[in-house]
Nanobody
Framework: VQLQASGGGLVQAGGSLRLSCAASGQIFSRYIMGWFRQAPGKEREFVAAGRNRGLTPTYGESVKGRFTISRDHATDTMYLQMNTLKPEDTAIYYC?????????????????WGQGTQVTVSS
């Protein structure tokens, strides 16, 4: 299982970014896909998770209403659309995957991880 995250960058507060996570084609339709983030000096935090079409995604409290997870099955890519960004959203963002049907929110639940992509939000 291979995951490749991209799309991070520097943005002003109130702006938007879209992160991408390219996944191995054989797992994409069967796996839960998630996003986590880790700010300096803090633990890795759950951001969002989703599965196939028809299953409602779940979001961390701090990003609800601002972030949206989506998946393009044609290209085996997961996206995280981040709107109304705040300086406290600054972190390294990671995509992750696990088998199953439940939308787990803990880092321990995900055995597969991509490399991180840095998101920096300036005030």
């Amino acid at each position: 299982v291979q995951l490749q995250a991209s799309g991070g960058g520097l943005v002003q507060a109130g702006g938007s970014l879209r992160l991408s996570c390219a996944a191995s084609g054989q797992i994409f339709s069967r796996y839960i896909m998630g996003w986590f983030r880790q700010a300096p000096g803090k633990e890795r935090e759950f951001v969002a998770a989703g599965r196939n079409r028809g299953l409602t995604p779940t979001y961390g409290e701090s990003v609800k209403g601002r972030f949206t997870i989506s998946r393009d099955h044609a290209t085996d890519t997961m996206y995280l659309q981040m709107n109304t960004l705040k300086p406290e959203d600054t972190a390294i963002y990671y995509c992750a995957a696990r088998e199953g049907t439940l939308l787990h929110t803990t880092t321990e639940s995900y055995p597969y991880w991509g490399q991180g992509t840095q998101v920096t939000v300036s005030s």
